[in-house]
């Protein structure tokens, strides 16, 4: 591999040091810049899957031997639960935002979000709720380490460590961990048979839904009214398709989960029973009316599209990537955005796969069977459609393209594995085994997490201004390619043994031993393999290599202004006439293809309006583009005159703040009024605060100055 | 070895110069990977094995099951093949500028139907393996309901009385143990008055969930001699782990024993000093409450889908609980040692468990819970439990037809 990854020469200027005023941490509290809420979103979002993976270790040492005891059965409930809940909701869902955040308005030619405060204040809620629902993890772990090293010494017969264990596993709150598992299934979580933990669940993903709706709103506004002159929907990046879909997806999914969450703290503290077919009442089973199955068609009505809210982002990444990489214009691009679409839609009609063993009837397990299989079709479009850019393209092998074709290979088997999963009775072998686990792990590790990676490592300069070390960078993707495979690979084969999901250990006589510990060494070197990607992070920081504006000679307007970008984007706001506008300028007419559009309008059989061919006056404008994009060389010796940006405000930060006690409030306060009947002690103090926190800062917000 | 030394060495020379090799060969060790899975499956002593089925239903969904495999492999290997071809082929060589191609109409409708096609060519059977499967369920004419509990299987025989001759005795009960004759076309009610469970035997039929407020049918035909190994499916709390159980199918004149030694009352007379043999020892006294033995005055315990879900009052049937190869759902392995262990640390053995503690709470003391064991595991029939079945099952032999 001679020329790998050399990136373009241009003038790479060392930035200036910046005033501290610009980067303490008051500009980080008050910052409403898409690109420091994006860059904050990732940076929190890759704390939580660190944490989310640390979980995950300690479940593969506990599964590495047959009845091992590493933790005990209900701390192992509890770590597969947060594993889930953490990687989905606090790690892949805000790395999607901050790709969204900091990516798509640079895309679009804007000079930020439509709504900034509106922007900080997702980003500080989604905090809040990581926090309520990581409260009791964060005091459950130490208990939880200490447990594990005081077993270890108590097999060589050292016990001095067990009354430490006991007095940490015993700090209130610490057995306060939800352990109902991420889809918390009626009725485990009513009151006959959980505790308080489910209430830090509820209220911490009802928190995050919130903060969600406000990001989604924001960015389809965004996308819709801010694309700059000349930008029109086809000619958008397909990455900034993929954000107004998943935005579009997550407002029509999130209501059901809203409600879900709201009937199951009605059923626990309003006495309904929404959920509960049963009730205990003075010792006697009654009736109620409520159905289990209930919570699971809200849940996965919200569920199955969330699905696709964690992997069309990665989606999008990899379509900006491999054009880049392969020197081509992405391959079918009006169907690709139509089959992100199609995905979508065809996603909200196939929750009850995840219920086919629920006994619903032939009839509906046929059809959802069927709409299941439907969706294997614009995914296999999509697959084939990056192969066909890599063909007879000219490949550069950067590290994000290497995550980026990772995602391509490694998602065919996870789509596989699912199309598996329509088949019926083929589904209720595998159904709730490790051949799921494995099927999900395939679909948002080699999926989603492969795609992040490439994003990372393609954006990294953009976002830095510093280039990632790329032999490290590769270093990592081979390893973690290598150890994702060992470690969800032999799940298939756990699957098709009969390992049922969820089990804390297993008898000697399962035969369930051997990929046991041949994932639990793939999952240990995943580990590692994040070790390696932290180390490229640090020594990069350190010894920095800076990045000119373009790097990859990509072809979307984010790499047309600086390395970082200046807090308003571009000095002059860019005017397009072409999907691949740098291109465009670099390259000249012949990268303009105009029949290709034609293509696309019958391909998807309907009307998306007059197809132009090339005259006289778009070549005018055209050459106009150009110069335009060059105009903004002229932008790097930037002092900002005459663009107006919105002052920073701290009453998002204020607001979230609020929304977190009056949750927090909530919580305690129920304890309190629990154990204080009577109620007069339980006034909400907590949540009160919060209130008015909240509607001091709304009322704030409303009457800032814009700038 | 090259590089600067160290792990860090050690993968950038591993990464560098073999990336495309290594991914060249990817797939096919994908491959070999999955068939040596396959083999380990089918050779490994797996009883919980998908893919060994032992009934005409688990091969139906084992049918479907290679259809889709093979389907999904010749896939797999033709997108994998495509993309390393292209990213061998199509690397990049020198400073040229690729043919700028936007799409193919005729491509992309090809890509689109293909997989229209392939995916209706595995719909077709698979509707007719849901349908057939779902009318089997009309035709069964052996009833087993079984009730989820947290942790174990509570298995009634409704059209089996208890008492031949008085009706209300009510019917045969058992736990974690479904005894069945070969050849019976069986239909398992299953329910629940607590969480959600999912009764699984994996050689014999697919999951099917128990949940509270739903009854859910499900059938099969057992003809296969021999043990299988069932578990719960759906995580369920504290002991989901623990939730296990068999499915033990005998021949037709064991089974027809195995009911009349249950019908039988216990031969092992727990208390010499009084006349009555049917009497449970003393000490069964705290037991009594929750779980009853036929035949004898233990009788009390509350059975079947309105009993508490929360265990107080309504245990496991232990009627010859001395020929079950378990106890506790599969926690341990059933011998006398093994039931003091579960009388000294219920809690500590199973997680969650609502059987109460007796001895820690001083109410058994050492000698009782030796007089318990011994008397629990002298619940068998009078000539011995019956001889042990293969795990996984054998195919019935010629000499006993197959109704």
């Known amino acids: 591999m001679a020329s790998v990854a050399i990136p373009q020469t241009g003038t790479v200027v060392v930035p200036e040091r910046k005033k501290a005023s610009d980067t303490g941490l008051w500009s980080w509290l008050t910052t409403i810049d898409h690109k420091r809420i994006g860059i904050l979103y990732g940076a929190f979002a890759f704390f939580f899957f660190l944490l989310g993976g640390l979980e995950a270790l300690v479940i593969r040492v506990q599964l590495m031997h047959p009845d091992n005891a590493v933790v005990s059965p209900q701390k192992y409930n509890e770590l597969f639960t947060m594993h889930g809940t953490t990687m989905i909701f606090l790690a892949l869902m805000p790395l999607a935002s901050a790709f969204f955040n900091y990516v798509m308005p640079l895309q679009i030619g804007a000079r930020d979000v439509a709504f900034p405060r509106l922007n900080a204040f997702s980003l500080w809620t989604f905090l809040a709720g990581a926090l309520i629902l990581n409260l009791p993890m964060i005091v459950s772990l130490p208990g939880t380490f200490l447990e594990i090293v005081d077993g270890a010494l108590r097999?060589?017969?050292?016990?001095?460590?067990?009354?430490?264990?006991?007095?940490?596993?015993?700090?209130?709150?610490?057995?306060?961990?939800?352990?109902?598992?991420?889809?918390?299934?009626?009725?485990?979580?009513?009151?006959?048979?959980?505790?308080?933990?489910?209430?830090?669940?509820?209220v911490g993903l009802l928190t995050l839904g919130t903060a969600s709706l406000a990001a989604s709103f924001n960015f389809i506004v965004t996308v819709?009214?801010?694309?700059?002159?000349?930008?029109?929907?086809?000619?958008?990046?397909?990455?900034?398709?993929?954000?107004?879909?998943?935005?579009?997806?997550?407002?029509?999914?999130?209501?059901?989960?809203?409600?879900?969450?709201?009937?199951?703290?009605?059923?626990?503290?309003?006495?309904?029973?929404?959920?509960?077919?049963?009730?205990?009442?003075?010792?006697?089973?009654?009736?109620?009316?409520?159905?289990p199955l209930l919570w699971q068609h809200l849940f996965w009505i919200f569920g199955h599209p969330e699905v696709y809210i964690l992997v069309l982002p990665a989606f999008g990444i990899i379509s900006e990537i491999i054009p880049v990489f392969s020197r081509k214009p992405l391959f079918g691009y009006a169907v690709m955005a139509y089959a992100t679409a199609a995905i979508a839609f065809l996603g909200f009609g196939v929750w009850a796969h995840h219920m086919f063993t629920t006994g619903l009837g032939p009839t509906p397990d046929a059809v959802f069977g069927a709409s299941t299989m439907l969706i294997a079709i614009p995914t296999g479009v999509k697959i084939l459609n990056w192969t066909a850019t890599m063909w007879g393209g000219s490949i550069r092998f950067t590290t994000a393209m290497l995550f980026a074709v990772g995602l391509v290979s490694q998602f065919v088997i996870g789509g596989l594995s699912g199309v598996m999963h329509a088949v019926v009775p083929v589904d209720t072998q595998h159904n709730d085994s490790y051949f799921v686990i494995a099927h999900f792990h395939y679909v948002l590790f080699g999926g989603s997490m492969f795609g992040f990676f490439a994003g990372l490592y393609y954006w990294w300069p953009k976002i830095t201004g510093r280039l990632l070390d790329e032999k490290l960078g590769r270093a990592h993707f081979w390893l973690t390619f290598a150890a994702f495979n060992l470690t969800f690979f032999p799940m298939h084969f756990l699957g098709l043994a009969g390992m049922p999901r969820r089990y804390a250990t297993y008898g000697p006589d399962s035969g369930w031993w051997l990929w046991n510990v041949v994932a639990t060494v793939g999952a240990l070197l995943i580990g590692l393999s994040a070790l390696v990607f932290l180390h490229n992070v640090t020594k990069t920081m350190r010894k920095p290599r800076f990045a000119p504006d373009n790097p990859w000679d990509a072809a979307t307007l984010e790499w047309a202004t600086s390395s970082p970008p200046p807090p308003y984007n571009f000095r002059e706001i860019p005017t397009v006439t072409n999907r691949d506008p740098l291109w465009a300028a670099k390259y000249g007419d012949h990268m303009d293809h105009h029949e290709e559009r034609e293509i696309d309008v019958h391909f998807a059989g309907r009307e998306i309006g007059t197809?132009?061919?090339?005259?006289?006056?778009?070549?005018?404008?055209?050459?106009?583009?150009?110069?335009?994009?060059?105009?903004?060389?002229?932008?790097?010796?930037?002092?900002?005159?005459?663009?107006?940006?919105?002052?920073?405000?701290?009453?998002?930060?204020?607001?979230?703040?609020?929304?977190?006690?009056?949750?927090?409030?909530?919580?305690l306060d129920l304890s309190w009024s629990i154990h204080l009947v009577g109620g007069l002690l339980a006034i909400p103090y907590i949540s009160l605060l919060g209130g008015l926190m909240l509607f001091g800062a709304v009322y704030g917000w409303a009457f800032e100055p814009a700038s | 070895?090259?590089?600067?030394?160290?792990?860090?060495?050690?993968?950038?020379?591993?990464?560098?110069?073999?990336?495309?090799?290594?991914?060249?060969?990817?797939?096919?060790?994908?491959?070999?990977?999955?068939?040596?899975?396959?083999?380990?499956?089918?050779?490994?002593?797996?009883?919980?094995?998908?893919?060994?089925?032992?009934?005409?239903?688990?091969?139906?969904?084992?049918?479907?099951?290679?259809?889709?495999?093979?389907?999904?492999?010749?896939?797999?290997?033709?997108?994998?093949?495509?993309?390393?071809?292209?990213?061998?082929?199509?690397?990049?060589?020198?400073?040229?500028?690729?043919?700028?191609?936007?799409?193919s109409k005729r491509l992309e409708i090809a890509w689109t139907i293909a997989p229209a096609v392939i995916l209706l060519l595995v719909f077709i059977p698979t509707a007719q393996v849901i349908y057939k499967h779902a009318n089997a369920i009309g035709t069964a004419d052996f009833r087993v309901d079984v009730?989820?509990?947290?942790?174990?299987?509570?298995?009634?025989?409704?059209?089996?009385?208890?008492?031949?001759?008085?009706?209300?005795?009510?019917?045969?009960?058992?736990?974690?143990?479904?005894?069945?004759?070969?050849?019976?076309?069986?239909?398992?009610?299953?329910?629940?008055?607590?969480?959600?469970?999912?009764?699984?035997?994996?050689?014999?039929?697919?999951?099917?969930?128990?949940?509270?407020?739903?009854?859910?049918?499900?059938?099969?035909?057992?003809?296969t001699l021999g043990d299988f190994y069932g578990e719960c499916a759906e995580y369920c709390g504290a002991s989901h782990a623990w939730m296990r159980f068999k499915v033990k199918v005998v021949p037709q004149a064991d089974f027809d024993a195995w009911v009349k030694a249950w019908r039988t009352p216990p031969a092992f007379d727990a208390n010499p000093e009084t006349p009555d043999v049917a009497e449970a020892p003393k000490s069964f006294g705290v037991c009594l409450v929750c779980h009853n033995i036929n035949g004898t005055n233990a009788k009390i315990a509350k059975t079947g889908i309105t009993s508490n879900p929360f265990g107080i009052g309504a245990g496991p049937n232990l009627t010859l609980l001395g020929c079950r190869d378990t106890i506790a759902a599969g926690l341990l392995v059933n011998t006398e040692a093994n039931v003091e262990t579960w009388l000294k640390h219920t809690d500590e053995v199973k997680a969650g468990v609502y059987m109460p503690n007796y001895y820690t709470a001083g109410q058994i003391d050492d000698a009782k819970v030796t007089e318990l064991a011994k008397y629990l595991e002298s619940l068998k029939p009078a000539g011995g439990c019956p001889a042990a079945q293969p795990v996984g099952g054998v195919i019935a032999p010629a000499a006993t037809p197959v109704p």
């Open chain 1, 611 to 667: 197809v132009q061919a090339p005259d006289e006056a778009e070549h005018e404008q055209h050459a106009r583009a150009s110069a335009a994009v060059a105009v903004r060389e002229a932008a790097a010796e930037e002092d900002g005159h005459g663009v107006h940006m919105p002052n920073p405000s701290f009453y998002p930060l204020l607001a979230s703040l609020g929304l977190l006690l009056i949750s927090l409030g909530a919580l």
């Open chain 1, 224 to 291: 819709i009214n801010l694309r700059c002159p000349g930008m029109t929907m086809l000619r958008m990046p397909i990455f900034t398709w993929t954000t107004l879909i998943v935005s579009v997806l997550l407002i029509m999914a999130l209501p059901a989960i809203t409600i879900a969450l709201i009937l199951v703290v009605f059923d626990r503290y309003v006495g309904t029973h929404f959920f509960a077919a049963y009730n205990l009442v003075e010792g006697t089973l009654v009736t109620t009316g409520g159905d």
């Open chain 1, 155 to 202: 097999s060589v017969g050292i016990t001095s460590l067990t009354a430490v264990a006991n007095w940490a596993n015993g700090i209130p709150g610490a057995n306060l961990v939800p352990d109902q598992g991420w889809y918390g299934y009626a009725p485990l979580t009513g009151l006959l048979f959980s505790g308080q933990q489910i209430d830090f669940w509820a």
């Open chain 2, 147 to 223: 009730v989820g509990k947290q942790w174990w299987w509570e298995i009634t025989y409704p059209d089996i009385p208890a008492n031949e001759a008085d009706a209300a005795a009510g019917p045969l009960i058992t736990a974690n143990e479904v005894i069945l004759p070969l050849g019976a076309d069986v239909v398992f009610d299953l329910q629940t008055n607590n969480v959600i469970h999912s009764f699984w035997v994996p050689q014999l039929s697919g999951k099917l969930d128990l949940i509270p407020g739903h009854e859910n049918l499900m059938e099969f035909k057992a003809t």
């Open chain 2, 1 to 103: 070895m090259r590089g600067d030394g160290g792990v860090r060495g050690w993968l950038q020379a591993w990464a560098r110069p073999r990336a495309g090799r290594a991914r060249r060969f990817a797939p096919l060790a994908a491959v070999a990977l999955l068939t040596l899975g396959v083999l380990a499956g089918c050779g490994g002593n797996q009883p919980y094995s998908t893919i060994a089925p032992q009934t005409a239903k688990a091969d139906d969904i084992q049918w479907l099951y290679a259809l889709t495999f093979w389907l999904a492999l010749a896939v797999f290997i033709a997108v994998q093949a495509a993309i390393v071809y292209a990213v061998i082929r199509f690397r990049r060589t020198d400073d040229h500028l690729p043919v700028q191609v936007h799409g």
